[in-house]
C-alpha cells in the first residue's frame, strides 16, 4: 500500500529528526498554521446566542477542514503512482506525526524527576498538561506525565498514522485539524460549551478506533503484563472521563503495574475522576522511564505493521 509505505517514511524521518527547533523558528509547523486560522474564526465567529455559537462553531470545523484537506487531496491525486508519490506524501505527512516531540516532552519530565530536582520537573510537566503543576510532588508530576504520554500517544501518533495508512495525506491532514480545534475550542467553557460543541465530537469520532488500536499495542508490547493491560481496558477504559482516553492509558496502567487517572487539580477546581487500575500504587520516577520504553516499543510494532503492508 502507498499510503502505509508514504506514513512509514513520514515516522522515520520524524524519528530521526523530529521538527527541528530552526526549521520552527523560521517557518512555524502546520499545525500552528492551522491554529491561527483556528484562531482568527473564533475570535471573529464566537458570539451571540447558544445556537447561533453552535451553527457558527460547526461553519469553523468545515472550513478549517476545507483548507486542510483539498490542497492534500488535489496534490495527492495529481501525484504519479510509485516512489514519487510515497516520498512526496511522506515528507509532508512527516510534520504531522509527533513521536520523537511526545518522546522528548516526556523525558524532559523524566530525567530531572528522576534526579529529585521536582523545580524543573514541574516546569516540564506544565508543558504537556492542563492541570495545576505548583502543588504536585514527585509521584503527582510522574502521574501526570504517564497520562500525557498514554493519551498523547494516541492523539499525536497512532491517530495520525492511523489515518494517513487508511487514506493518505488528505486522511492525515483532515485528523490534525480536527484534533487541533478539539485542543483549542472544544473545551466544556462558557466560551466554547457551544462554539466548540461540534469540533469536540468530530474529535471523539476520529479517536473512536485509534485509541483502541493504541491500547492494543500498549498490551501487546507489554511482554508477560499483556494479560492485566487487556484486563484493565476492558474493566476500566470507561471510567475515565473521556470516551477515547481511557483506552490507552488503562492499558499503560495495567501494562505498568500503576493507577492512573484519578483526581486532579484544574485552575484551582480539583476534579474526583474515579482511578484506572485502582488496587495499584502511584507511578514513580522509574515508572516513567518504564513507560517511555513501553511507548517506543509501540512504536516500532507500528512500524513494523506499516511496512507490512506496504508490502501486500
Not at 230 to 235: G, I, K
Request: charged letters at 15%; a positive charge; glycine letters at 8%.
Amino acid at each position: 500500500m502507498t499510503f502505509a509505505a508514504a506514513m512509514l517514511l513520514a515516522l522515520l524521518i520524524d524519528a530521526v529528526i523530529g521538527w527541528p527547533d530552526r526549521v520552527y523558528h523560521t517557518i512555524g509547523h502546520p499545525v500552528t498554521w492551522i491554529g491561527r486560522v483556528i484562531s482568527t474564526l473564533d475570535q471573529g465567529l464566537n458570539r451571540g446566542s447558544d445556537r447561533r455559537q453552535l451553527v457558527l462553531g460547526g461553519v469553523t470545523v468545515a472550513v478549517v477542514l476545507v483548507l486542510a484537506v483539498l490542497p492534500a487531496a488535489v496534490l495527492q491525486m495529481i501525484l504519479p503512482d510509485g516512489a514519487i508519490k510515497v516520498a512526496v506524501i511522506g515528507i509532508l505527512a512527516w510534520p504531522l506525526v509527533a513521536a520523537r516531540s511526545l518522546q522528548d516532552h516526556v523525558a524532559a519530565v523524566a530525567r530531572p524527576l528522576s534526579d529529585a530536582d521536582l523545580e524543573v520537573a514541574r516546569k516540564a510537566v506544565a508543558m504537556i498538561v492542563g492541570r495545576d503543576p505548583e502543588n504536585l510532588d514527585a509521584l503527582g508530576i510522574a502521574r501526570a506525565a504517564m497520562e500525557s504520554l498514554a493519551e498523547n500517544a494516541s492523539d499525536g501518533v497512532f491517530a495520525p498514522l492511523f489515518w494517513g495508512v487508511l487514506l493518505g495525506l488528505p486522511g492525515i491532514a483532515a485528523y490534525k485539524a480536527i484534533n487541533t480545534m478539539d485542543s483549542m475550542i472544544g473545551h466544556r467553557t462558557l466560551r466554547h460549551q457551544q462554539f466548540g460543541k461540534v469540533a469536540a465530537r468530530f474529535d471523539d469520532v476520529v479517536n473512536l478506533i485509534p485509541a483502541r488500536l493504541t491500547a492494543i499495542l500498549f498490551a501487546a508490547c507489554s511482554g508477560k503484563a499483556a494479560g492485566k493491560a487487556v484486563q484493565m481496558m476492558w474493566r476500566d477504559a470507561s471510567l475515565h472521563r473521556s470516551p477515547n482516553a481511557g483506552w490507552p492509558e488503562s492499558a499503560m496502567a495495567g501494562a505498568l503495574g500503576v493507577r492512573l487517572s484519578g483526581p486532579r487539580n484544574y485552575n484551582g477546581h480539583m476534579t474526583q475522576d474515579p482511578w484506572v487500575n485502582d488496587s495499584a500504587p502511584d507511578p514513580t520516577p522509574a515508572d516513567l522511564h518504564r513507560g517511555l520504553r513501553l511507548f517506543r516499543r509501540s512504536v516500532v510494532l507500528s512500524a513494523v505493521i506499516m511496512a507490512a503492508l506496504a508490502l501486500i
